[in-house]
């Protein structure tokens, strides 16, 4: 237990390194060097972090270890649904199957190492469309689309997901 945490520490570090210099060859070697747990060691290390700095930014009305939760939970399911959503929107737009687990990983890494910053406010700016150029880069470099198809890909996903956000906002009542 205790041997694996450290391993994937190392890889967390390993990993955001790479994204951060080298993410166009990161993605190239993403299929043969990481593996399912790899990639979900990664997501919970990076949602715990995100988790952890994120009560630093400001007193809530909801005890702290409820707010972890809730900011915990948050960057689990972004990066789930998002993942399921850009799977989809391939398949629907390139006819090509790559398997789950690879689309996971690609939105695991493009998040994790924004949400290593986007804790912080107004951070929304510039993680936002870096994260967006790193899934741009992963399908390119890791599903052997065209960086045509790629960009179409990530664009019809992040349209998808805001009509989502907003019928979730309408729903729930948080839109005037």
Do not use: D
């Amino acid at each position: 237990m205790f041997k694996s945490s450290i391993k994937n520490c190392q890889f967390y570090a390993y990993a955001i390194v790479q994204l951060l210099i080298e993410p166009g060859q990161f993605f190239k070697e993403l299929p043969e060097k990481t593996t399912v747990k790899m990639t979900l060691g990664f997501m919970v290390l990076s949602s715990v972090f995100y988790a952890a700095a994120s009560l630093l930014t400001g007193a809530y009305e909801q005890p702290v270890w409820i707010m972890g939760i809730i900011f915990f939970m948050n960057a689990l399911g972004t990066v789930f649904i998002s993942a399921i959503i850009g799977y989809v929107t391939m398949m629907m737009l390139v006819g090509k199957k790559e398997p789950f687990p690879g689309i996971l990983s690609i939105y695991t890494f493009s998040s994790g190492v924004t949400l290593f910053l986007s804790w912080l406010p107004f951070m929304l700016w510039f993680t936002e469309p870096w994260r967006w150029w790193l899934l741009y880069t992963g399908f390119k470099n890791s599903c052997g689309v065209t960086g045509k198809q790629a960009f179409w890909i990530v664009c019809v996903s992040l349209v998808v997901q805001g009509c989502l956000l907003y019928s979730a906002m309408v729903a729930f009542g948080t839109m005037g």
